[in-house]
């Protein structure tokens, strides 16, 4: 609310009512001289209606200034006790004041004079034109013709006064009633554009306040939210303070009085000063949405320590009523922001966990998008082990390592985590502090003051539990423990998946193996051929920077490049001589074999293909399709590298095998030609402990049996025609 109308203010209205017409007709009707002053007797009118003796007088400087001191101090008389006055001039006159008030201050002074209650004493009169250098004759002559009044005729003539300033003061009075209403609604009108400008919280408080202090002239004030039904948890939405030793946010009897009643409360908000000034009277308004208290408007800090008046505090009840609609707006879009956060973020999670089958992946993910949505600062997963009945600790985020440590392992029996364990159901602490025994936590942190725990769900079975914890109280809201609960059930599918995967792993390896071994039995100089080439060439596909995924296909690609041989008769096998071309083409044929045994079994398609291609040459001229370069998959040619490699540095009955160094320089010296450049490289900076020797030894053939190795044509010692590997 801005300021009251200053005297300046007044007297335009007043002249804009015919002011200085009106008095001189009532100073004719009265036969009285009449002039309007401020409350500080400043002429706001012309006087009219002199009588000859207050007109020579008057015409000096000397006079005039005699004159006015007379009427300032009438004028001041009568604006401090607000009641009408009779005095005398300094000529002996009377002088007649009545207050012209609004509100029930004076704004204005009307005052009667050129009369007298008895005749003037003529002795004076001399004495006076000296003073004021006027011609005594003329002086004493109109000294003479000054009118005296009985008290009654007086009294008769005042009442016109009477009413005068009664009118004058019922014009000036609607005449602010209607400023203040229009000023009013100027300033509601801008402090809704203001408050309704932004969906921010903390914007739409700032501005509010910021336009409160200008409309009362306070200094500090706050604007803070009530979080749920009760005053318990509040949510500052703003503060502005002029100083640091004050207090903006009231306490907490403050708002529960303020919330109780339904009505605004006054109170010092820095109770300790001396002065009033320095106690700072404030007031605190409650913010309504319907009958519904949202919040609490607090100000403080007006000029020398005024107070909040009656007609402040029901325009500050009407301001309320917008700014607490403004906020409830902000409130219910950050609220829906938060959920769309929420949702986009479960739809993230759903997508991450219904991809990913590696649990640590996993659980990894969930904490780091619960630590982001709930803004929790500490965020924990732990597994139930069946066998001994404790909840064992999986993931972990905010958690120091000496607590992990510490708590690794904990017994759910009697606590919050034994709770959720038992009923299924999420359980909510919003302060550790002041809960049942019952609700507490296995181990303690003075860190940790509230917390949410919901349980870890996979077809029916609790897993786990799945935890945020928070360093202060909090109020979990429904829409947080939803999103919690969600977030655990699909970490329980997901970590269930992973483990049924992870046995459906071991199975599915266990398969290939017992294939590899078939393939071994039949033919003896591929003992440990197989499983060397399968670990050579993952590692080569780790220092080429593939992803685990495409490093456990070519991993087993390596165990099953050679699967097609189960196909090839064993005499073509363990053949000691050179093999026909009827023979060569059996033996060509195993890439192809090996590939059709697998399709059946739904192996992984970058698998087949890598088993179907493995004795492609990177210039051309290998088989089965002929095909060069990047044309063949990046797979199969790391298994052509790895299996050279092997079939080098082994050994063979009609040679001895390559050293390593000598297996490099030949890799290197068939780059481009047999095998990629890139693949070759790689291969050659596997880590040395990486290139150890397979446990089981190299292949070769008992009893002196004689077998020609795996190579193809003439321009290769690594390919001949009667090859086999």
């Given at each position: 609310?801005?300021?009251?109308?200053?005297?300046?203010?007044?007297?335009?209205?007043?002249?804009?009512?015919?002011?200085?017409?009106?008095?001189?007709?009532?100073?004719?009707?009265?036969?009285?001289?009449?002039?309007?002053?401020?409350?500080?007797?400043?002429?706001?009118?012309?006087?009219?209606?002199?009588?000859?003796?207050?007109?020579?007088?008057?015409?000096?400087?000397?006079?005039?200034?005699?004159?006015?001191?007379?009427?300032?101090?009438?004028?001041?008389?009568?604006?401090?006790?607000?009641?009408?006055?009779?005095?005398?001039?300094?000529?002996?006159?009377?002088?007649?004041?009545?207050?012209?008030?609004?509100?029930?201050?004076?704004?204005?002074?009307?005052?009667?004079?050129?009369?007298?209650?008895?005749?003037?004493?003529?002795?004076?009169?001399?004495?006076?034109?000296?003073?004021?250098?006027?011609?005594?004759?003329?002086?004493?002559?109109?000294?003479?013709?000054?009118?005296?009044?009985?008290?009654?005729?007086?009294?008769?003539?005042?009442?016109?006064?009477?009413?005068?300033?009664?009118?004058?003061?019922?014009?000036?009075?609607?005449?602010?009633?209607?400023?203040?209403?229009?000023?009013?609604?100027?300033?509601?009108?801008?402090?809704?554009?203001?408050?309704?400008?932004?969906?921010?919280?903390?914007?739409?408080?700032?501005?509010?306040?910021?336009?409160?202090?200008?409309?009362?002239?306070?200094?500090?004030?706050?604007?803070?939210?009530?979080?749920?039904?009760?005053?318990?948890?509040?949510?500052?939405?703003?503060?502005?303070?002029?100083?640091?030793?004050?207090?903006?946010?009231?306490?907490?009897?403050?708002?529960?009085?303020?919330?109780?009643?339904?009505?605004?409360?006054?109170?010092?908000?820095?109770?300790?000063?001396?002065?009033?000034?320095?106690?700072?009277?404030?007031?605190?308004?409650?913010?309504?949405?319907?009958?519904?208290?949202?919040?609490?408007?607090?100000?403080?800090?007006?000029?020398?320590?005024?107070?909040?008046?009656?007609?402040?505090?029901?325009?500050?009840?009407?301001?309320?009523?917008?700014?607490?609609?403004?906020?409830?707006?902000?409130?219910?879009?950050?609220?829906?922001?938060?959920?769309?956060?929420?949702?986009?973020?479960?739809?993230?999670?759903?997508?991450?966990?219904?991809?990913?089958?590696?649990?640590?992946?996993?659980?990894?993910?969930?904490?780091?998008?619960?630590?982001?949505?709930?803004?929790?600062?500490?965020?924990?997963?732990?597994?139930?082990?069946?066998?001994?009945?404790?909840?064992?600790?999986?993931?972990?985020?905010?958690?120091?390592?000496?607590?992990?440590?510490?708590?690794?392992?904990?017994?759910?029996?009697?606590?919050?985590?034994?709770?959720?364990?038992?009923?299924?159901?999420?359980?909510?602490?919003?302060?550790?502090?002041?809960?049942?025994?019952?609700?507490?936590?296995?181990?303690?942190?003075?860190?940790?003051?509230?917390?949410?725990?919901?349980?870890?769900?996979?077809?029916?079975?609790?897993?786990?539990?799945?935890?945020?914890?928070?360093?202060s109280p909090r109020r979990w809201k429904e829409e947080e423990v939803g999103y919690l609960a969600t977030i655990a059930s699909q970490t329980g599918l997901a970590l269930e998946?992973?483990?049924?995967?992870?046995?459906?792993?071991?199975?599915?390896?266990?398969?290939?193996?017992?294939?590899?071994?078939?393939?071994?039995?039949?033919?003896?100089?591929?003992?440990?051929?197989?499983?060397?080439?399968?670990?050579?060439?993952?590692?080569?596909?780790?220092?080429?920077?593939?992803?685990?995924?495409?490093?456990?296909?070519?991993?087993?690609?390596?165990?099953?490049?050679?699967?097609?041989?189960?196909?090839?008769?064993?005499?073509?096998?363990?053949?000691?001589?050179?093999?026909?071309?009827?023979?060569?083409?059996?033996?060509?044929?195993?890439?192809?074999?090996?590939?059709?045994?697998?399709?059946?079994?739904?192996?992984?398609?970058?698998?087949?293909?890598?088993?179907?291609?493995?004795?492609?040459?990177?210039?051309?001229?290998?088989?089965?399709a002929g095909l060069v370069g990047e044309e063949i998959p990046l797979l199969a040619r790391i298994i052509r590298v790895a299996d050279t490699y092997d079939a080098m540095t082994?050994?063979?009955?009609?040679?001895?095998?390559?050293?390593?160094?000598?297996?490099?320089?030949?890799?290197?010296?068939?780059?481009?030609?047999?095998?990629?450049?890139?693949?070759?490289?790689?291969?050659?900076?596997?880590?040395?402990?990486?290139?150890?020797?397979?446990?089981?030894?190299?292949?070769?053939?008992?009893?002196?049996?004689?077998?020609?190795?795996a190579l193809a044509d003439n321009s290769s010692p690594w390919k001949f025609s009667n090859s086999k590997v």
């Amino acid at each position: 609310m801005k300021k009251e109308p200053t005297h300046l203010d007044y007297k335009e209205l007043l002249e804009e009512a015919g002011l200085q017409q009106i008095q001189e007709q009532v100073s004719k009707v009265t036969g009285l001289a009449a002039l309007v002053t401020d409350p500080s007797g400043k002429p706001i009118t012309r006087i009219s209606n002199l009588c000859p003796f207050c007109a020579i007088i008057n015409n000096t400087d000397p006079g005039h200034a005699r004159c006015m001191g007379s009427r300032i101090e009438t004028a001041k008389a009568v604006a401090k006790s607000g009641q009408p006055a009779l005095q005398l001039c300094h000529a002996g006159l009377v002088l007649i004041a009545l207050p012209i008030k609004i509100k029930n201050e004076t704004v204005a002074v009307v005052i009667g004079e050129n009369v007298s209650l008895e005749p003037l004493r003529l002795e004076i009169v001399p004495e006076l034109a000296r003073e004021l250098s006027l011609n005594g004759k003329e002086l004493m002559e109109a000294a003479r013709r000054v009118p005296v009044w009985t008290e009654e005729r007086l009294r008769e003539a005042v009442e016109p006064f009477h009413t005068f300033t009664d009118t004058l003061s019922r014009l000036l009075y609607s005449k602010q009633e209607l400023q203040e209403k229009t000023e009013k609604l100027a300033a509601l009108f801008e402090f809704s554009q203001v408050v309704t400008s932004s969906l921010r919280i903390s914007e739409v408080a700032k501005q509010a306040l910021e336009l409160v202090f200008g409309l009362t002239g306070a200094t500090s004030g706050s604007v803070v939210m009530l979080a749920g039904e009760t005053s318990e948890s509040i949510e500052v939405a703003a503060t502005a303070e002029s100083s640091k030793e004050f207090r903006v946010v009231p306490e907490k009897e403050v708002i529960e009085a303020v919330t109780r009643e339904g009505s605004e409360l006054r109170f010092d908000s820095h109770p300790e000063g001396n002065t009033v000034e320095e106690k700072r009277p404030a007031l605190s308004m409650p913010l309504k949405v319907g009958d519904k208290i949202t919040g609490v408007l607090t100000l403080s800090g007006k000029l020398e320590g005024a107070e909040f008046g009656e007609d402040e505090a029901r325009f500050l009840s009407v301001l309320g009523t917008s700014l607490a609609l403004a906020l409830e707006n902000a409130r219910l879009f950050r609220d829906l922001e938060e959920n769309a956060a929420m949702l986009k973020q479960l739809i993230e999670v759903g997508q991450l966990v219904s991809s990913s089958l590696e649990a640590d992946v996993i659980m990894g993910y969930v904490l780091q998008s619960l630590k982001e949505v709930l803004g929790a600062k500490w965020c924990v997963l732990r597994l139930l082990d069946e066998e001994t009945g404790e909840l064992v600790l999986k993931a972990s985020l905010g958690m120091s390592k000496d607590l992990q440590a510490e708590v690794e392992r904990v017994r759910a029996e009697g606590t919050i985590l034994g709770e959720v364990l038992k009923t299924a159901q999420p359980q909510l602490v919003e302060d550790l502090a002041k809960c049942a025994p019952s609700l507490h936590l296995p181990y303690y942190s003075k860190e940790i003051r509230s917390v949410a725990v919901v349980p870890v769900l996979a077809r029916g079975k609790v897993l786990g539990t799945l935890k945020v914890y928070s360093s202060s109280p909090r109020r979990w809201k429904e829409e947080e423990v939803g999103y919690l609960a969600t977030i655990a059930s699909q970490t329980g599918l997901a970590l269930e998946n992973a483990r049924l995967y992870s046995s459906l792993r071991d199975y599915y390896l266990s398969a290939v193996q017992a294939l590899a071994a078939a393939l071994e039995a039949k033919d003896v100089y591929t003992r440990g051929h197989s499983v060397r080439v399968a670990n050579w060439a993952r590692a080569c596909a780790r220092v080429l920077g593939l992803g685990a995924e495409e490093q456990e296909q070519v991993y087993l690609a390596g165990l099953l490049h050679d699967l097609g041989k189960i196909g090839v008769r064993e005499d073509i096998l363990l053949k000691p001589g050179p093999l026909t071309e009827e023979e060569r083409k059996e033996m060509q044929s195993h890439p192809v074999v090996g590939a059709r045994i697998l399709e059946p079994a739904r192996f992984p398609a970058a698998v087949i293909t890598a088993v179907r291609h493995h004795h492609e040459d990177y210039g051309g001229g290998g088989y089965p399709a002929g095909l060069v370069g990047e044309e063949i998959p990046l797979l199969a040619r790391i298994i052509r590298v790895a299996d050279t490699y092997d079939a080098m540095t082994s050994a063979r009955p009609y040679r001895q095998a390559l050293t390593q160094r000598q297996a490099r320089e030949e890799l290197r010296r068939w780059a481009g030609r047999q095998f990629d450049p890139r693949v070759v490289e790689a291969f050659l900076q596997i880590p040395e402990d990486q290139m150890e020797e397979i446990p089981g030894g190299r292949g070769g053939y008992p009893n002196g049996t004689f077998c020609r190795s795996a190579l193809a044509d003439n321009s290769s010692p690594w390919k001949f025609s009667n090859s086999k590997v």
